[in-house]
Nanobody, 117 residues
C-alpha cells in the first residue's frame, strides 16, 4: 500500500523560512512525478511545485524564486524549501505522488503552514 508522510509545517513570521519533507513508501517506482499542492481555507487546492524523476521542475509563478523543490530520487523523497514566506502562503500543504504505470495518484495527509506575525 502506497503511503506518503509529510513533515515540516508550522508557524512562521512573514519573511521566514520552512522546509517541508515528504517520503513515499509502498512503491518501488523509479519513474514518477512528485509534488506539493496547497489549499487555503475556502479556496481550491492549487499546484505549488512538482518535480519528475529526471529532475524537471514546475512552479506556481507566485512562488518561483522563493520556493525550491528537490528530491532524493532513489528513495522517492521530496523536499520543499520555502523562503521569504508571505501570509498568502498560509495553507495546508499536500504531497502528491503521480505514478505513470499503472496511472495512479496518491496524496499525503497534509501539513499546516501558517505565516503570521
Amino acid at each position: 500500500q502506497v503511503q506518503l508522510v509529510e513533515s515540516g509545517g508550522g508557524l512562521v513570521q512573514p519573511g521566514g523560512s520552512l522546509r517541508l519533507s515528504c517520503a513515499a513508501s509502498g512503491t518501488d517506482s523509479k519513474l514518477n512525478t512528485m509534488g506539493w499542492y496547497r489549499q487555503a481555507l475556502g479556496k481550491q487546492r492549487e499546484l505549488v511545485a512538482t518535480i519528475t524523476t529526471y529532475g524537471f521542475t514546475n512552479y506556481k509563478p507566485s512562488v518561483n524564486g522563493r520556493f525550491t523543490i528537490s528530491r532524493d530520487g532513489a528513495n522517492n523523497v521530496i523536499y520543499l524549501q520555502m523562503n521569504n514566506l508571505k501570509p498568502d502562503d498560509t495553507a495546508v500543504y499536500y504531497c502528491l505522488l503521480e505514478l505513470y504505470t499503472p496511472r495512479a495518484d496518491y496524496w499525503g495527509q497534509g501539513t499546516q503552514v501558517t505565516v503570521s506575525s
